[in-house]
């Protein structure tokens, strides 16, 4: 059965502060995996998809790494903004999206 | 990537009632899922659901509490039948897939009082 394990559950920084969090996956036959940032009251929003180990994407002061186990999103001197759930997502075969519990991000001014 | 129009934003309803939840797409797509996430929670599949046959609904999840009607390549509902305050969660419907990643709508806030 595909699982998904983020961590931490919930992590606060000071605004500046960088720090990484972790998606450990198992699923054979990896076509995709997912992250989104989502705020309360709203709907996930997308932003990176990785496809094979090894593969790194950018954007702003968020950079999502994947090796063959797990992913990892490197956040480089958040801000307040950057406070919400971010959540990881794999997908096989089927299409569908598997989710982690996410990880609550709170940054403090 | 495609725009997705969620409705209700968000219902307080009696339990043993029914909701409606309807998306509109900007698009047309194949693939239309539907997920629940109750308070707290991260995302559960409830059903994929394909234009021109029945939806395939993951485990746990049966067709009749929740139905759902797919009539064309742009629109889908789903309806929560004979609620309880159990069924309090925020539903989200999204399309996409793996090549192209996946849109989700901005979701329907439920609570069964």
């Known amino acids: 059965e595909d699982q998904v394990t983020q961590s931490p559950e919930a992590l606060r920084l000071q605004e500046g502060e960088s720090s990484s969090l972790n998606c450990s996956y198992t699923v054979s036959g990896l076509r995709g995996l997912f992250w989104y940032r989502q705020d309360p009251g709203k709907g996930p929003e997308f932003l990176f998809t990785l496809y094979s180990a090894g593969e790194e994407k950018e954007k702003e002061r968020l950079k999502a790494t994947l090796t063959k186990k797990e992913s990892f999103l490197h956040i480089t001197a958040p801000k307040p903004e950057d406070s919400a759930t971010y959540l990881c997502a794999v997908t096989q075969g089927a299409q569908k999206l598997v989710f982690g519990q996410g990880t609550r991000l709170t940054i403090n001014p | ?113």
């Open chain 2, 1 to 113: 990537s495609a725009v997705i129009s969620q409705k209700p934003s968000r219902d307080i309803c009696q339990r043993g009632t029914s909701l409606t939840i309807q998306c509109q797409v900007d698009s047309q797509v194949t693939m239309m899922f539907w997920y629940r996430q109750q308070p707290g929670q991260s995302l559960t599949l409830i059903a994929t659901a394909n234009q021109g046959s029945e939806a395939t609904y993951e485990s746990g999840f049966v067709i009749d509490k929740f139905p759902i009607s797919r009539p064309n390549l742009t629109f889908s509902t789903l309806t929560v039948s004979n609620m309880s305050p159990e069924d309090s969660s925020i539903y989200l419907c999204s399309v996409g897939e793996a090549n192209y990643g996946y849109t989700f709508g901005s979701g329907t806030r439920l609570t069964v009082v």
